[in-house]
Nanobody, 124 residues
Framework: QVQLVESGGGLVQAGGSLRLSCAAS????????MGWFRQAPGKEREFVAT????????DYADSVKGRFSISRDSAKNMVYLQMNSLKPEDTAVYYC?????????????????WGQGTQVTVSS
């Protein structure tokens, strides 16, 4: 059974930083792309960042480019999202997701497994 568990969320002031972590188990983790998505109250879940199976390719939503960075440590079955220069509009529940294939993708329906989410709140 595949399991994804996010951690690292919390309350931070605007301009601050947080590092989200995602621990994966139950699958050959290193063979699949991984992604981060977020969902704010009253809004649809949206793409944030993705990384290919080998870490060779990453992609970001325009709203977070230059501020967020996704990385993975396949030996530890971990994925990270470093978030800098946080803004109040970054407030959301952040979800880790495991892809159906190897290649980085921003399409929500190309992710097969999801974590339970971690809350990030940025105060102004």
């Amino acid at each position: 059974q595949v399991q994804l568990v996010e951690s690292g969320g919390g309350l931070v002031q605007a301009g601050g930083s947080l590092r989200l972590s995602c621990a994966a188990s139950g699958r050959t983790f290193s063979s699949y792309a991984m992604g981060w998505f977020r969902q704010a109250p009253g809004k649809e879940r949206e793409f944030v960042a993705t990384i290919s199976w080998d870490g060779g390719r990453t992609d970001y939503a325009d709203s977070v480019k230059g501020r967020f960075s996704i990385s993975r440590d396949s030996a530890k079955n971990m994925v990270y999202l470093q978030m800098n220069s946080l803004k109040p509009e970054d407030t959301a529940v952040y979800y880790c997701a495991a892809g159906r294939g190897r290649w980085a993708t921003l399409r929500l329906n190309e992710y097969a497994y999801w974590g339970q989410g971690t809350q990030v709140t940025v105060s102004s």
